[in-house]
């Protein structure tokens, strides 16, 4: 019904930068909100950051000042620019979408990309 494909993970040294990007696709009338979780190996998966229709955006503590969520609504795509990057920002970064199809509301999540920051 509705996909989301996830893209620009890698592995980059300490201090580096990432471009994440989501794409959703699919039987899509709209999108509410869109946001990106982490999951590192032991750990639960947490919340990164999240963007709704409106703008509005919520980040973790751990990576305010860091992190920044973007949207293209026409593109139905959400982005995640990671600045200075360390590794414990090491983790599979999952995108997710809520919103509707014409007939019925969804929930929507990613494959996840891999994230590595190196030493």
């Known amino acids: 019904q509705v996909q989301l494909v996830e893209s620009g993970g890698g592995l980059v040294q300490t201090g580096g930068s990432l471009r994440l990007s989501c794409a959703a696709s699919g039987s899509i009338f709209s999108i509410n909100a869109m946001g990106w979780y982490r999951q590192a190996p032991g750990k639960q998966r947490e919340l990164v950051a999240a963007?709704?229709?409106?703008?509005?955006?919520n980040y973790a503590d751990s990576v305010k000042g860091r992190f920044t969520i973007s949207r293209d609504n026409a593109k139905n795509t959400v982005y995640l620019r990671m600045n200075s990057l360390k590794p414990e920002d090491t983790a599979v970064y999952y995108c997710?979408?809520?919103?509707?199809?014409?007939?019925?509301?969804?929930?929507?999540w990613g494959q996840g990309t891999q994230v590595t920051v190196s030493s």
């Open positions: 997710n979408a809520e919103g509707h199809t014409v007939v019925a509301p969804f929930g929507s």
């Open positions: 963007i709704t229709s409106g703008g509005s955006t």
